[in-house]
C-alpha cells in the first residue's frame, strides 16, 4: 500500500531530514555578567551567568555565587 500526499499540499518533511539540518546549525549560548542577589549572604554579587528562557518567555540569567556557592537568578526580561 503507497501512500500519497493530497494534492495542493506540499510534501511532509522526513524526520531524519528535520534533524540533519538542525544539527548543521551552530548554536551559542548566551551568558550575562552582572550583579546578582544572593538570598543566601543576603549581598549583591558580581557573577556571570548563563541566559534562559521560561515557558513564559522571560529571559533569566542563572548563575552560581563565588562565596557560598548558591544558586543564582536575575529576571532580564521579555524574549
Same mark, same amino acid.
Given at each position: 500500500?503507497?501512500?500519497?500526499?493530497?494534492?495542493?499540499?506540499?510534501p511532509?518533511?522526513?524526520?531524519?531530514?528535520r534533524?540533519?539540518?538542525?544539527?548543521k546549525?551552530?548554536v &551559542? %549560548?548566551?551568558t550575562?555578567?552582572?550583579?546578582?542577589?544572593?538570598v543566601?549572604?543576603?549581598?549583591?554579587?558580581? +557573577?556571570?551567568g548563563?541566559?534562559?528562557?521560561n515557558?513564559k518567555?522571560?529571559? &533569566? %540569567?542563572?548563575?552560581?555565587?563565588?562565596v557560598?556557592?548558591?544558586?543564582?537568578n536575575?529576571?532580564?526580561?521579555? +524574549?
Amino acid at each position: 500500500m503507497h501512500l500519497r500526499t493530497p494534492t495542493g499540499f506540499p510534501p511532509c518533511p522526513r524526520r531524519d531530514d528535520r534533524t540533519n539540518k538542525m544539527s548543521k546549525e551552530a548554536v &551559542m %549560548a548566551e551568558t550575562w555578567s552582572g550583579e546578582f542577589y544572593c538570598v543566601k549572604c543576603k549581598e549583591k554579587r558580581e +557573577a556571570e551567568g548563563e541566559v534562559k528562557v521560561n515557558e513564559k518567555g522571560t529571559r &533569566m %540569567a542563572k548563575a552560581v555565587c563565588p562565596v557560598c556557592g548558591t544558586n543564582l537568578n536575575r529576571i532580564l526580561g521579555k +524574549a
